[in-house]
């Protein structure tokens, strides 16, 4: 079978390796442009984009998927289309032009977080399970019936960062193995059930601490925006990003968003009891033990917000 296959991030490269592993013939991989990275703002390749220049593919780089676009996949007479997190919406009449449609492969439990960032909601949300999916791609976004799905428990401390990194393995040889079955004609397909709820792309304001919320839902929201955005708060004015809390288990309640040192630990105030600050990145600076930065800090208290 014949497979054109779109996706840009690490958590992409995963399925596209299993694929071009494959008997299945990859007759093209379509990712987003090269894009500016780091202080010297270097143009590099995306995460596939480089996985599939290693091994030789025919590689579309493009931020839209365009008339262009579509004529250049055209023109490799695909069966199937296979998207995973490519960052782009597949139309009309792109849509149509595999024999067999697109299917996408999606971290989350569908219905359950259609949209940009179903990893990070579901851990944001307090939820105890996520999973992966793949389903026909249709126009209505992440509606299409599903072929399999698969659950897992969401771990106490995982983060947006390590859970993705874990679904995009599992995820994949979902993904191969649905497409094994519609190229032996054996797939089936049922319509999505239960109560839809929406995943958003995280801005940095989701990533800005609230510290008068309770202690689990301050500490599900830096889970779930680690990585990126990265948790922040304010503190002497200054940025400080939160590289990595932890729960305190029973400490003495202190005001939300103060800090203190006790024994040898530094935790900060939320709406119940403190969570410790690990390790945190003052703006400019390294990212450090939360107690060496506490001792420049030279106070012995300090309120964030």
Known sequence: MK????????????????LAD??????????RADAPLGRKRTLTPS??????????????????????????????APDLGVIVAYGGL?????????RLGWINLHFSL???????????????????????A????????????????????IGRHATAGTLLAGLSESGAQLLIGVIDDLAAGRATALAQAGEVTLAPKLTLDDARIDWSAPAETVYNRVRGVTPEPGAFTTVNDGRLK??????????????????????????IGTGTEPLELVTVQPAGKTAMKAADWWRGVAATEVVAS
Do not use: C, M, Y
């Not at 493009?62 to 004529?71: G, V």
């Not at 569908?110 to 992966?132: C, F, N, Y």
């Open 3 to 18: 497979i054109v296959f779109a996706g840009t991030p690490q958590a992409a490269v995963p399925s596209l390796a299993l």
């Open 22 to 31: 494959s008997p299945h013939d990859l007759v093209g991989v379509v990712t």
């Open 47 to 76: 995460p596939v984009g480089q996985a599939a220049t290693d091994r030789g593919l025919r590689l579309l780089k493009t931020n839209r998927l365009d008339d262009a676009a579509t004529a250049e996949i055209a023109d490799l």
């Open 90 to 98: 597949v139309r009309e009449p792109l849509l149509s032009v595999p």
């Open 110 to 132: 569908l219905p359950r977080w259609r949209g940009a960032a179903p990893v990070q909601r579901a851990l944001i949300a307090g939820d105890a399970r996520t999973g992966a």
């Open 134 to 153: 793949v389903f026909q791609l249709v126009p209505e976004l992440d509606a299409g019936a599903v072929f399999a799905q698969q659950s897992e428990p």
């Open 242 to 267: 939160l590289l990595d809390v932890a729960p305190t288990h029973g400490a003495l309640p202190q005001p939300a968003g103060s800090i203190r040192e006790i024994d040898k630990k530094v935790l």
